[in-house]
């Protein structure tokens, strides 16, 4: 047979037999060392672990506080209505139009409406909503509009 025509046998490599005995190479420990946390069933180590050592999380002082009492608006911004030929704005009609998020029936989270893009704001309409910024309800009322707190 020519050299430059031989091919490789077909060989296929038996996987890791761990634990079947010193002759397979990989018997006794089985490929992990001796004794230890790491040799163990189970003995896997989260990777935030400092190995004892006083975690990160626990040495960093604790900053700030949450305000339980933050009110949490759904917000809708009168460049939104420019375009929309509607005059009258309730909650619903807000929903159907997406023009706010629709509230799941868990929540109770009023909605607020800002003066965004208001420059160019200058229709009549009548709107519906929990609160109002003072420039937002200014714009409205200054083209004819009113904004009802509900």
Known sequence: MQLHKMSRPNVKKNKKRLGKGIGSGYGGTSGKGHKGQKSRAGGNIPAWFEGGQMPL????????????????????????????????????????????????????TPVKVLAKGADKFNRKVTIKAQAFSKAAKEIIEKNGGVAEVV
């Open 57 to 108: 999380q626990r040495r960093v002082p604790k900053r700030g506080f949450t305000n339980i009492f933050k009110v949490h608006y759904r917000v809708l911004n009168l460049d939104k209505l420019i375009d929309l030929k509607e005059t009258e704005y309730d909650l619903a009609v807000m929903e159907k139009l997406n023009l706010i998020s629709k509230k799941k029936k868990s929540e109770k």
